[in-house]
């Protein structure tokens, strides 16, 4: 049953690191009597009283208390471990998730992971606050999530990374991104696999064609039970891998910026296009392999090539 209402108390320094997050996302604020503040976001009521009591309330509860309140403010998880009864069962059992990083940037690396969780470590990912990474804005926090996740998931975790010499030289010869992706993800279960031979299934996002990863699976991949979903990130094991893939991206990115000799934005809008006209002016085409995905429509654009 979905969960509209929760209350609990905090202090005036959380309430006060709360409105200050709110504030900041853009939420909208009004007066009530004997209350702190009152803000409305995201499908969601928020009402810090000055009593220490702060209610929530409206369709968006569940996700505001998983992925804002417990592990921005609160920095507990009660109420994810007081639920975990509800969890889905096919998350506490033993399987894989796949997820990647990088692939709508044009500057930047390509990097898929892959982890393995088990009955045991599912509740500590969930415990530590684990979730998609689109969800989390913070660099910091997607860094030490990471370095958490690979000390409980030890042993468990693969990541393949593609930087762009290599992406590009593999693009080039497969000509697909999403036969690429697939490659990739098939290349991380394979690894997985060979860590967890045990593990009888692994979870990625949905492809435009199922069929991809399948085919680009060998023969200790094709033995398992391959499943694809919308919104698989709301899995606890495609989640660990996002944010795994996530850190790796954000690495690689630093190292390319290095090489590049300024800070390379993240995506595919106006300034990153900006940025990439002011390298081209200044260090030619040369550079570019070596940082950026040429096929996308932004190489085209600066270069006329």
Not at 19 to 37: D, H, I, T
Not at 55 to 67: A, H, M, P, R
Not at 103 to 126: H, M, W, Y
Not at 160 to 183: K, Q
Request: one cysteine or more.
């Amino acid at each position: 049953m979905a969960v509209n209402s929760y209350s609990c108390t905090i202090t005036e320094l959380e309430a006060a690191a709360l409105k200050s997050l709110l504030e900041s996302r853009g939420w909208e604020f009004s007066s009530l009597p004997y209350a702190l503040f009152k803000a409305s976001g995201n499908k969601v009521n928020v009402v810090a009283y000055e009593s220490g009591k702060l209610v929530v309330q409206g369709k968006g509860t569940e996700e505001f208390i998983l992925y804002t309140l417990e592990p921005e403010i609160l920095h507990s998880f009660n109420y994810t471990l007081d639920n975990s009864a509800g969890a889905d069962p096919e998350e506490l059992t033993i399987h894989g998730g796949i997820d990647e990083s990088g692939k709508g940037d044009f500057f930047g690396p390509l990097i898929i992971a892959g982890v393995v969780v088990t009955p045991q470590t599912a509740p500590e990912l969930r415990k530590l606050g684990v979730c998609d990474s689109k969800k989390i804005t913070s660099q910091e926090k997607i860094i030490r999530l990471a370095k958490e996740i690979r000390r409980i998931a030890a042993g468990s975790y693969s990541c393949v990374t593609l930087m762009p010499e290599t992406y590009n030289r593999l693009y080039s010869s497969i000509g697909n991104l999403n036969r690429l992706l697939a490659w990739g993800h098939a290349r991380v279960i394979e690894n997985l696999l060979e860590l967890r031979p045990e593990c009888p299934r692994m979870l990625s996002d949905k492809f435009a064609d199922e069929r991809l990863i399948c085919n680009a699976l060998m023969e200790r991949g094709r033995k398992i039970k391959m499943e694809q979903m919308v919104r698989a990130e709301s899995d606890v094991a495609v989640a660990a891998a996002s944010i795994l893939a996530r850190d790796g991206f954000l690495a690689g990115m630093q190292k390319l910026s290095e090489i590049s000799g300024k800070p390379l934005p993240k995506g595919a809008g106006p300034l990153v296009k900006e940025c990439a006209s002011a390298i081209f002016a200044g260090s030619g085409s040369e550079i570019f392999p070596k940082i950026a995905k040429l096929h996308f429509k932004t190489w085209s654009e600066i270069s006329g090539m």
